[in-house]
């Protein structure tokens, strides 16, 4: 019995973050909407988008091939994956020890590498700026990424993310320098991996801005609904991982019973719609920067990475 | 015994190369030599497996009364040596398979005798036991590999890649010579048995291991002695590139592994200092030169160098861990630098395969002549995206294992109390993370422009699937880097003799790990299930698709690219390599290549096309090497005086000569 409650609370959990994906994008939305003093669409606006569009029939391009048309499943897998191996309302889950933080980063840049492939796969300019444009930000992102990884396995002595959240919760953590770094590195990351104002914008139609957008451009019907159902699930992932690093609170462990789950669920909630109001906040406070201002953004995330690794080799109580 | 077999199949190997010679060269007989070569290198593949797997036999060691009349030719096979036959038979024997296809050769002559030549000398570096055994066999696969770089001489550039190689390689030999000479001592005693017994001093021993570094790493292309790599490896037939980027330069980092592991016995913890800058600069470096190139082979050649920089970060981690006593963490950092020569040597053997037959169908090398071929050679496409995603360290395959398991060993290193340590470890865990994600940009560029858009060229155009044994090597070694990267344990299980033997410890069996996770330290600090992620992603891929496709929609229509409504007719508007590349030049390639962009913009009313240019420049090459060859050039002018002087001033010469040495003599003694 005790495998299959298990196995069905893990469930829950990937089911979750599959639901909650949409409305998160959606409340972005309508917070940044109201911020503009405008009423914005609902907040369910994403769901019928993502239902309309899976209805539609997919235009393909003349020349596109098979990887094309395999590559928006691929990356929904992944990223789905990736998004239900981070701890949400509970720590412990069944499988979450499948993989670490480095493996879930890993599994974002494997999505990332093939929707780079399908995008230069039509033989489009704009797919091909994309694409490139995508990977140097990436080439710079997933190094800083990884230097947090490094500062967090060091204060809580594991890369397992329930170990580390558990470690976060507990006393012992108190204010360190190193962690504050970090947490500052790695919002801006989250920022850059998910196309978010400064680095990208998501609402862009000025072709010679677009990143994200340019690669997909090309993408229609039930294909762009699974790429922009994998980009809100990414966006979940990052501010459950935020959520789960610098705001532990209320996570619960593993077989807590269901009302220890629904105080982690609430507590979940509580998070995300405050990560989404700071998002929306930020992102209407700030202006887009040019595209080779964007390394020079990226590398302080990078510095600060090196600083807080490096602050942590030198004393391990700072 | 294992060693018996391997080296009948050595001597296997020499014959059919020495037949070869005499038994001309049409097409049967180039199969023939090629069969015969898939068959020696299989059979001594098996022979090293079960001396790997099967603990309780240890080594196994002959001596042959060839070479030196009072030490003959010593040869064994213990854990390290086997694990390294494995690869390299594993790579021969792809290579031989991949060469059993091969029609249109210019000039199998050239080819045919020196390939299983080339194979024999690369196992017996790994199974000599003597120091002179050790350096006639390298010499023999320096040579062996040259005329096989030389085999297509008339093309452009191929003379110079392989003047530059001669050159490199017998510096690289002089340096493992003088390196030998030391660990020897001056009573001569070359055995490996007898350099083990034989404690250098700290100084020695610090000199052999720079000796080493020159010599065994210019054969694997640590940056700065790496020039050669990137010409002559392209320069060879394909299935020559292959072994020569995933096999020989292995061969090369088993060089350094015997050495600094085995014969010099305990290390120094400054050794792992070199080891790990070397391996950090040469990472990044490798990567970015490979960014930079539009070559599909040379391209491939540098990520060579980029890869040995990722294996020497695992093996100075390991030496770090070893000199300061934590056996667990070196045994977990060696078996992570040992997994990556072995994944190097599938991937980039695949690629290889992959790169020749684009070459075989098209002729063309250059990428901005490509495009495309996912639809003409769909199964070469395939192959060659596996050997992608498997080099850029993605998981579910095996390059991310692989560096996962550097990764953490890099997490084990705040124990090591050296100061110098302790700050450069995290900062060549950055360059490791960041040589990674260059690498999945330029994988992305190189399979994007190659397999994906448009057709550049009418070659592109009209490809035609590679032969079915280029396509069978290459499936079997995307197969074999699928296996790798979701059953690890059984690699890192294989690994656990070499790590015990060389580091006195072995990381924890990882088979008996509910559900086959890999656990390196703990199960609460790290694990990493890549079975359990492919079968996650597999199976949400296709729920995925079935529950679309069953409920939403499956209707799909054909038409012409929507590119913002102006769809451009010519495939000359595609992103090209340079273009991809553009903005990972613009910020790091102004620094390390000093990268400038000209534009030549005519006024309004002149019909010229606007053009722009960009210069790069190798630093390296223009700081190190052009100098000397300056140096050389100018010291040979000034002596070449000496060869139009009278015969009196020749006699005049002489016999100051034998004077000043009269002298020396005199004072010395």
């Known amino acids: 019995m005790g495998v299959i409650a298990d196995i069905l609370v893990q469930g829950a959990q990937m089911a979750l973050v599959l639901l909650l994906a949409p409305m998160l994008t959606g409340f972005v939305r309508k917070v940044k909407a109201r911020l503009m003093r405008r009423r914005g669409p609902s907040l369910v606006q994403p769901y019928r988008d993502l239902v309309r569009l899976l209805r539609k029939e997919v235009v393909l391009a003349d020349n596109a091939s098979w990887l094309f048309r395999l590559t928006p499943y691929l990356i929904f897998a992944a990223t789905w994956v990736a998004a239900s191996l981070v701890p949400t309302f509970a720590t412990g889950l069944t499988f979450s020890w499948t993989a670490d933080l480095i493996a879930i980063i890993a599994l974002l840049a494997s999505a990332r590498f093939f929707l780079a492939l399908a995008g230069m796969d039509v033989g489009t300019s704009f797919g091909g700026i994309g694409s490139s444009r995508e990977m140097m930000i990436s080439s710079f992102a997933e190094p800083a990424m990884l230097l947090i990884v490094f500062t967090l396995a060091l204060v809580a002595g594991s890369t397992q993310l329930s170990s580390v959240a558990v470690y976060m919760a507990s006393p012992q953590v108190g204010l360190r320098v190193s962690l504050g770094l970090a947490a500052i590195a790695l919002v801006m990351v989250a920022i850059a991996e998910n196309a978010r104002i400064p680095v990208d914008n998501p609402a862009t139609h000025l072709e010679l801005t677009m990143v994200h957008e340019a690669m997909v451009l090309e993408y229609s019907g039930r294909h762009l609904a699974m790429i922009e159902l994998a980009s809100s699930l990414k966006l979940l992932l990052f501010v459950s991982l935020i959520a789960c690093l610098f705001a532990p609170w209320g996570l619960t462990v593993a077989g807590g019973g269901i009302g220890a789950y629904a105080v982690g669920a609430a507590a979940y909630g509580a998070k995300l719609a405050v990560g989404g109001v700071l998002l929306a906040v930020f992102e209407t406070g700030i202006a887009k920067l040019r595209v080779f201002r964007v390394p020079d953004f990226l590398g302080a995330a990078l510095m600060l990475g090196l600083l807080a690794t490096l602050l942590l080799f030198v004393s391990r109580s700072l | ?669």
């Not at chain 2, 052999?208 to 490896?233: E, M, N, R, Y």
Request: hydrophobic share 55%; charged share 10%.
């Open chain 2, 1 to 669: 015994m294992p060693v018996v077999v391997v080296l009948s199949c050595v001597a296997g190997l020499v014959g059919t190369g020495c037949v070869a010679i005499a038994a001309g060269h049409g097409p049967r007989a180039c199969r023939a030599v090629y069969g015969a070569s898939l068959v020696l290198s299989l059979a001594a593949l098996a022979a090293a497996l079960v001396a790997l797997l099967d603990g309780a036999a240890g080594p196994s060691a002959t001596v042959l009364p060839l070479g030196l009349p009072w030490l003959g030719a010593q040869f064994r096979v213990d854990a390290l040596a086997a694990f390294f036959l494995v690869t390299v038979n594993l790579g021969g024997a792809a290579a031989s398979l991949y060469g059993l296809g091969i029609t249109g050769e210019p000039a199998p002559h050239r080819v045919v005798p020196f390939f299983p030549a080339f194979l024999a000398a690369m196992n017996l570096v790994v199974l000599a036991d003597d120091a002179f055994t050790f350096l006639f066999s390298w010499e023999l696969m320096s040579l062996a590999s040259w005329a096989l770089v030389m085999a297509h001489h008339r093309e452009h550039d191929n003379a110079r890649a392989g003047y530059v190689y001669l050159v490199m390689a017998s510096f690289g030999t002089l340096a493992l010579l003088l390196a030998f000479g030391l660990l020897a001592g001056a009573d001569g005693g070359y055995g490996f048995a007898d350099i083990r017994a034989a404690a250098p001093t700290p100084l020695v021993a610090g000199l052999v291991l720079g000796l080493v570094l020159l010599g065994a790493g210019s054969k694997a292309g640590i940056v700065p002695v790496h020039v050669w790599l990137p010409l002559a490896h392209p320069a060879a037939p394909s299935h020559v590139s292959a072994l020569m980027s995933g096999v020989m330069t292995k061969v090369a980092v088993y060089g350094l592994v015997r050495v600094a592991f085995d014969l010099l016995g305990e290390p120094a913890w400054w050794w792992s200092m070199v080891v790990l800058a070397l391996g950090g600069a040469t990472a990044v470096l490798g990567v970015l030169y490979a960014l930079m190139q539009h070559d599909l082979k040379r391209l491939l050649a540098y990520h060579t160098v980029e890869n040995i920089g990722i294996i020497y970060i695992g093996l100075g981690l390991a030496l770090a861990f070893k000199a300061d006593g934590m056996g667990l963490a070196a045994a977990l950092a060696l078996t992570a630098a040992l997994f990556h020569v072995l994944n190097h040597s599938l991937f980039k053997s695949l690629l290889f395969f992959g790169a020749g037959a684009v070459l075989a169908a098209t002729g063309e090398r250059d990428m901005e002549r490509l495009g495309g071929l996912i639809r003409r050679m769909p199964l070469t496409a395939v192959a060659v995206l596996v050997g992608c995603v498997a080099i850029s360290a993605l998981p579910p395959l095996n390059g991310f294992v692989s560096e996962w398991l550097t990764l953490q060993a890099i997490l084990q290193s705040p124990q090591l109390p050296q100061w110098g340590l302790k700050i450069l470890v995290p900062a060549v865990g950055g360059l490791l993370a960041l040589s990674a994600a260059l690498a999945a940009a330029c994988f992305v560029k190189a399979y994007g422009v190659t397999f994906l858009g448009r057709p550049r060229s009418p070659q592109a155009e009209t490809a035609r699937e590679a032969d079915r044994f280029a396509l069978a090597a290459m499936a079997a070694f995307a197969g074999l880097c699928l296996l790798a990267g979701i059953l690890p344990g059984l690699v890192i299980d294989g690994l656990a003799p070499v790590a015990q033997a060389l580091v006195g410890q072995r990381m924890a069996p990882q088979l008996g790990q509910p559900w086959l996770s890999i656990v390196p330290i703990g199960e609460s600090q790290s694990s990493y299930n890549g079975l359990l992620v492919f079968a996650f992603i597999a199976l949400s891929a296709s729920m995925a698709i079935y529950a679309i496709h069953r409920w939403a929609s499956r209707a799909a229509r054909r038409a012409p690219a929507w590119d913002c409504g102006f769809p451009e007719a010519s495939p000359a508007t595609q992103y090209t390599a340079g273009s991809f590349a553009q903005p990972i030049r613009r910020v790091l390639g102004t620094g390390v290549f000093r990268a400038r962009e000209h534009v030549d913009m005519p006024p309004p009313g002149d019909p010229r096309p606007a053009r722009l240019t960009v210069d790069l420049r190798d630093l390296i090459w223009d700081g190190i090497y052009a100098p000397i060859a300056r140096a050389v050039g100018f010291a040979a002018d000034r002596l070449n005086h000496l060869q139009f002087l009278t015969i009196r001033r020749y006699l005049t010469l002489v016999f100051l000569a034998l004077v000043t040495l009269l002298l020396v003599l005199a004072l010395w003694v």
